[in-house]
C-alpha cells in the first residue's frame, strides 16, 4: 500500500453498493474519519442504483411480506463490542424508530399505520418499514458526517472496473466514471439469470423470486402454482398468493381459519428435502450461555491432527453434544431454577475437560431429545405411503414445532437447544472459513448443513407459521409429492408434471405454473454482467474452489481483500457480504443491538486498516481517550 497523506490532502473512496453492508462501512468511515486530523478530507462516493434499498427491504413492497426478526432485536448501529478503533455512533433500533413515529399495527397483525395497536418488541414488522428505516439511516449518516467528509451520491449502478496504478476507475451504468483510491464491493451475490425463451415451457417458470407481488401477476385463481421450497422466499410466495390477493385469518376462533377471496390460485409446494423449516419463538436472553463443546480450543485441538477439517466427522459431532448439553440446560432451567442449570453447565465443562462429555450422564440420551434427527429435521415417512399420508405427518410436525414455538425458548428446551445453532454460529465460522474445511466437505456442508441450520434458525416467525399451517389444513395449500419429485415439462398438456420419488404409492399432479421459492445464485462470478464480473473477468479477484459445483465465492483474505489471480491480495479493495459466502459464513443477516456482530467488526477492521493508511503523521485520538460517543 502507498505511503501517508500530508496534512491539507484528500483521499477519495469509493462504496459500490450501498444495501446493508454497504451502509456499516459508511458509518465506521464517518465515525473514525472525526477521529482523525481535520485536514486530511475524504472524498466518499456512494455508488447504487437504488442506494439504501435492498431488493428484500423495498420500500414500496406490501406489508404482509415480513421480516423473520423482531424489531427490537434489529438495528444498524453498532455495539461497542463490534467496533473498536472508533466509538458507535448511537441511535435507535428498528423498535425505537418506529415507536418514534408513533406507528401501529392494524387489526391484520401486519398492516403498520398510523391505526390500531402500539407496536411491540417481539413484533415482526414489514419489510418495507425496514427499508424506511434503512432510507433514514444513510440521512442519518449523511447529517452526522464531519466537516472533513465528504458525500458524492452516484444514482447507478457500477458496470466495470479497470486499475491504473493503485487507482481505480469504475464505470457506471450513466455514462459517468468514479476513480478511487479506495474501493469497497459489497453489492451482493447476483441470482441466476432467467432462462431465455427455448419452449413454451419458459412461458411458465417464474425462475426470479422477486418482486412479489409482481411476479404472479399472469397467474388466474382458477390455476395451479408449484412452489419449489420451503424458506422465508417461498412462504412470501404463499401470503402474496393468499393474504395479497385479499384472502385473510380468521382469528376469533380456535384453530383459526382461512377467509378466501375467491381470486387466489390453488397452490402446491415441494423441495428438495420436503422439510419445512420451523417456527421462531419470541426471542428471549436465556438460550446465551458460553459453549461446552462446539469451542475454538476444540477446533483448534482437532487441527493439531489436521489442519483441514471434516465437518461430519470433526465439527457436527461437536455440535449434536452441544445441542444435548443445551437441551438439559433448558430444562433445568425450567425445572429446577438457575442455580441447577448452571452447576449442569459446570460439571459438563470438567467431563469436556476430562475428554467424557460425550458419555456424561447427565446428558439427556435418543429417547429424550435425540439431537441428530432434530438437527437433520427427520420428519417419520417410513408409514407413509401416499401424498395425503405425506402431508399428515407434516402438518403433524409443524403442529408440535409450533407448539413448541409458542412455549418460547423459557418453556421448551427443544426451540433453546436448536437455537444453539444461531448463538455459536461465529464459532461454526471459525471452524469452516477460510479453507477450513477439505474441499470435499465444503461442497457437503454447503449443501446439506447450511440448509439444515437455516431450517432451524431462519424459519418464519411462530405466527407466520401457524398461518402455514392453517392453509394446509384448508386445502388451498397442499404438498403432495413429498420429498424430492421429478419436475418436467409436459409439452402436450402445456404444464408441469410433478412425480413423487419418495412415497410408497406414487403420486403424480399437475401445475400450470413453477415458481422458483428460493434464491438461485448465479454458479461463476465472472458471468456478473456487472462491477463483479469486471473485477473477475480482469483477473483483480478470482473464485474460490473454483473446481466446486456448489460454492460461487469470489476469494477474499481474512481482511476481505480480494485474491487476484497471481495470488496477491488487492489491498485497496474490500469485498464484503454475500459475494464471499463460501470462503467465509452465514453473511446474510441483519444486526441486532447490543451483540458483537461479525459484519460490523469487519467493516470496523478494513475502515481502520484505510485510515491508518491515509492519515497524516500523528496518532488517531483512542476512542478511550478522546473518542466521544456520538
Given at each position: 500500500?502507498?505511503?501517508?497523506?500530508?496534512?491539507?490532502?484528500?483521499?477519495?473512496?469509493?462504496?459500490?453498493?450501498?444495501?446493508?453492508r454497504?451502509?456499516?462501512?459508511l458509518e465506521?468511515?464517518?465515525?473514525?474519519?472525526?477521529?482523525?486530523?481535520?485536514?486530511?478530507?475524504?472524498?466518499?462516493?456512494?455508488?447504487?442504483?437504488?442506494?439504501?434499498?435492498?431488493?428484500?427491504?423495498?420500500?414500496?413492497?406490501p406489508?404482509?411480506?415480513?421480516?423473520?426478526?423482531?424489531?427490537?432485536?434489529?438495528?444498524?448501529?453498532?455495539?461497542?463490542?463490534?467496533?473498536?478503533?472508533?466509538?458507535?455512533?448511537?441511535?435507535?433500533?428498528?423498535?425505537?424508530?418506529?415507536r418514534?413515529?408513533?406507528?401501529?399495527?392494524?387489526?391484520d397483525?401486519?398492516?403498520?399505520?398510523?391505526?390500531?395497536?402500539?407496536?411491540?418488541?417481539t413484533?415482526?414488522l414489514?419489510?418495507?418499514v425496514?427499508?424506511?428505516?434503512?432510507?433514514?439511516?444513510?440521512?442519518?449518516?449523511?447529517?452526522?458526517?464531519?466537516?472533513?467528509?465528504?458525500?458524492?451520491?452516484?444514482?447507478?449502478?457500477?458496470?466495470?472496473?479497470?486499475?491504473?496504478?493503485?487507482?481505480?476507475?469504475?464505470?457506471?451504468?450513466?455514462?459517468?466514471?468514479?476513480?478511487?483510491?479506495?474501493?469497497?464491493?459489497?453489492?451482493?451475490?447476483r441470482?441466476?439469470?432467467?432462462?431465455?425463451?427455448?419452449?413454451?415451457?419458459?412461458?411458465?417458470?417464474?425462475?426470479?423470486?422477486?418482486?412479489?407481488?409482481?411476479?404472479?401477476?399472469?397467474?388466474?385463481?382458477?390455476?395451479?402454482?408449484?412452489?419449489?421450497?420451503?424458506?422465508?422466499?417461498?412462504?412470501?410466495?404463499?401470503?402474496?398468493?393468499?393474504?395479497?390477493?385479499?384472502?385473510?385469518?380468521?382469528?376469533?376462533?380456535?384453530?383459526e381459519?382461512?377467509?378466501?377471496?375467491?381470486?387466489?390460485?390453488?397452490?402446491?409446494?415441494?423441495?428438495?428435502?420436503?422439510?419445512?423449516?420451523?417456527?421462531?419463538?419470541?426471542?428471549?436472553?436465556?438460550?446465551?450461555?458460553?459453549?461446552?463443546?462446539?469451542?475454538?480450543?476444540?477446533?483448534?485441538?482437532?487441527?493439531?491432527?489436521?489442519?483441514?477439517?471434516?465437518?461430519?466427522?470433526?465439527?457436527?459431532?461437536l455440535?449434536?453434544?452441544?445441542?444435548r448439553?443445551?437441551?438439559?440446560?433448558?430444562?433445568?432451567?425450567?425445572?429446577?431454577?438457575?442455580?441447577?442449570?448452571?452447576?449442569?453447565?459446570?460439571?459438563?465443562?470438567?467431563?469436556?475437560?476430562?475428554?467424557?462429555?460425550?458419555?456424561f450422564?447427565?446428558?439427556?440420551?435418543p429417547?429424550?431429545?435425540?439431537?441428530?434427527?432434530?438437527?437433520?429435521?427427520?420428519?417419520?415417512?417410513?408409514?407413509?405411503?401416499?401424498g395425503?399420508?405425506?402431508?399428515?405427518?407434516?402438518?403433524?410436525?409443524?403442529?408440535?414445532?409450533?407448539?413448541?414455538?409458542?412455549?418460547?425458548?423459557?418453556?421448551?428446551?427443544?426451540?433453546?437447544?436448536?437455537?444453539?445453532?444461531?448463538?455459536?454460529?461465529?464459532?461454526?465460522?471459525?471452524?469452516?472459513?477460510?479453507?477450513?474445511?477439505?474441499?470435499?466437505?465444503?461442497?457437503?456442508?454447503?449443501?446439506?448443513?447450511?440448509?439444515?441450520?437455516?431450517?432451524?434458525?431462519?424459519?418464519?416467525?411462530?405466527?407466520?407459521?401457524?398461518?402455514?399451517?392453517?392453509?394446509?389444513?384448508?386445502?388451498?395449500?397442499?404438498?403432495?409429492v413429498?420429498?424430492?419429485p421429478?419436475?418436467?415439462?409436459?409439452?402436450?398438456?402445456?404444464?408441469?408434471?410433478?412425480?413423487?420419488?419418495?412415497?410408497?404409492?406414487?403420486?403424480?399432479?399437475?401445475?400450470?405454473?413453477?415458481?422458483?421459492?428460493?434464491?438461485?445464485?448465479?454458479?461463476?462470478?465472472?458471468?456478473?454482467?456487472?462491477?463483479?464480473?469486471?473485477?473477475?473477468?480482469?483477473?483483480?479477484?478470482?473464485?474460490?474452489?473454483?473446481?466446486?459445483?456448489v460454492?460461487?465465492?469470489?476469494?477474499?483474505?481474512?481482511?476481505?481483500?480480494?485474491?487476484?489471480?497471481?495470488?496477491?491480495?488487492?489491498?485497496?479493495?474490500?469485498?464484503?457480504?454475500l459475494?464471499?459466502?463460501?470462503?467465509?459464513?452465514?453473511?446474510?443477516?441483519?444486526?441486532s443491538?447490543?451483540?458483537?456482530?461479525?459484519?460490523?467488526?469487519?467493516?470496523?477492521?478494513?475502515?481502520?486498516?484505510?485510515?491508518?493508511?491515509?492519515?497524516?503523521?500523528?496518532?488517531?485520538?483512542?476512542?478511550?481517550?478522546?473518542?466521544?460517543?456520538?
Amino acid at each position: 500500500m502507498g505511503g501517508h497523506y500530508a496534512p491539507g490532502s484528500s483521499v477519495t473512496v469509493a462504496i459500490v453498493g450501498m444495501g446493508v453492508r454497504g451502509l456499516s462501512v459508511l458509518e465506521r468511515i464517518i465515525s473514525q474519519a472525526a477521529l482523525v486530523d481535520p485536514l486530511l478530507r475524504i472524498d466518499l462516493h456512494l455508488v447504487d442504483g437504488n442506494p439504501a434499498q435492498p431488493r428484500q427491504y423495498d420500500s414500496h413492497q406490501p406489508d404482509y411480506l415480513l421480516l423473520n426478526h423482531a424489531c427490537a432485536q434489529v438495528s444498524m448501529f453498532p455495539a461497542a463490542q463490534s467496533v473498536t478503533h472508533a466509538p458507535a455512533m448511537s441511535g435507535p433500533s428498528l423498535y425505537d424508530w418506529v415507536r418514534e413515529r408513533g406507528l401501529r399495527v392494524a387489526s391484520d397483525g401486519f398492516t403498520v399505520g398510523n391505526d390500531g395497536r402500539q407496536v411491540r418488541p417481539t413484533d415482526n414488522l414489514p419489510r418495507r418499514v425496514f427499508g424506511d428505516y434503512l432510507r433514514w439511516f444513510l440521512e442519518h449518516l449523511r447529517t452526522n458526517a464531519p466537516d472533513n467528509v465528504r458525500l458524492i451520491d452516484h444514482a447507478s449502478d457500477a458496470v466495470d472496473l479497470k486499475q491504473d496504478g493503485d487507482t481505480a476507475i469504475l464505470s457506471l451504468g450513466n455514462g459517468d466514471h468514479v476513480e478511487a483510491d479506495y474501493l469497497f464491493v459489497t453489492v451482493g451475490q447476483r441470482p441466476q439469470p432467467a432462462p431465455r425463451d427455448r419452449d413454451r415451457s419458459s412461458s411458465r417458470l417464474i425462475a426470479t423470486a422477486y418482486p412479489l407481488p409482481g411476479q404472479f401477476a399472469s397467474i388466474q385463481p382458477s390455476e395451479t402454482v408449484a412452489v419449489a421450497g420451503l424458506g422465508l422466499t417461498a412462504a412470501d410466495a404463499i401470503f402474496a398468493l393468499t393474504v395479497g390477493r385479499g384472502g385473510s385469518f380468521d382469528q376469533t376462533v380456535s384453530p383459526e381459519r382461512y377467509l378466501p377471496s375467491g381470486r387466489e390460485p390453488r397452490i402446491i409446494v415441494f423441495s428438495r428435502s420436503g422439510l419445512p423449516y420451523r417456527a421462531r419463538p419470541t426471542p428471549s436472553p436465556c438460550v446465551s450461555y458460553d459453549a461446552v463443546a462446539l469451542t475454538r480450543t476444540a477446533i483448534d485441538r482437532l487441527r493439531t491432527r489436521t489442519p483441514r477439517l471434516d465437518f461430519d466427522r470433526d465439527v457436527l459431532p461437536l455440535l449434536l453434544l452441544e445441542l444435548r448439553v443445551a437441551y438439559q440446560r433448558a430444562k433445568l432451567l425450567q425445572e429446577a431454577g438457575e442455580q441447577a442449570a448452571e452447576a449442569f453447565l459446570l460439571s459438563a465443562r470438567g467431563a469436556a475437560a476430562e475428554g467424557v462429555l460425550d458419555t456424561f450422564a447427565e446428558l439427556p440420551g435418543p429417547a429424550e431429545f435425540d439431537a441428530e434427527t432434530v438437527y437433520r429435521g427427520t420428519v417419520a415417512t417410513s408409514a407413509e405411503v401416499d401424498g395425503r399420508a405425506y402431508q399428515r405427518s407434516l402438518e403433524s410436525w409443524l403442529t408440535a414445532d409450533l407448539a413448541d414455538a409458542m412455549r418460547g425458548f423459557e418453556g421448551s428446551p427443544v426451540k433453546a437447544a436448536t437455537e444453539i445453532c444461531r448463538e455459536f454460529r461465529d464459532i461454526i465460522r471459525y471452524a469452516i472459513e477460510f479453507g477450513g474445511l477439505t474441499d470435499a466437505s465444503l461442497d457437503r456442508f454447503y449443501r446439506h448443513h447450511r440448509e439444515a441450520i437455516n431450517r432451524l434458525v431462519i424459519g418464519p416467525e411462530k405466527e407466520r407459521s401457524g398461518n402455514l399451517l392453517t392453509l394446509l389444513r384448508s386445502g388451498l395449500v397442499s404438498m403432495p409429492v413429498g420429498p424430492n419429485p421429478l419436475v418436467d415439462w409436459d409439452d402436450d398438456t402445456g404444464t408441469w408434471t410433478l412425480s413423487s420419488t419418495a412415497l410408497s404409492v406414487p403420486q403424480t399432479v399437475s401445475a400450470d405454473w413453477l415458481y422458483r421459492g428460493y434464491t438461485d445464485r448465479i454458479t461463476s462470478v465472472e458471468d456478473d454482467p456487472a462491477v463483479v464480473g469486471a473485477i473477475a473477468r480482469r483477473g483483480i479477484a478470482r473464485r474460490f474452489k473454483p473446481a466446486s459445483t456448489v460454492v460461487s465465492s469470489v476469494e477474499v483474505d481474512g481482511c476481505g481483500h480480494p485474491i487476484a489471480e497471481n495470488g496477491e491480495s488487492a489491498a485497496r479493495i474490500w469485498i464484503f457480504g454475500l459475494l464471499c459466502e463460501g470462503v467465509t459464513f452465514y453473511n446474510g443477516y441483519l444486526t441486532s443491538p447490543e451483540r458483537f456482530e461479525r459484519s460490523q467488526s469487519d467493516a470496523d477492521r478494513a475502515v481502520h486498516e484505510l485510515i491508518e493508511e491515509v492519515r497524516p503523521d500523528r496518532q488517531i485520538i483512542s476512542a478511550l481517550e478522546g473518542g466521544a460517543r456520538r
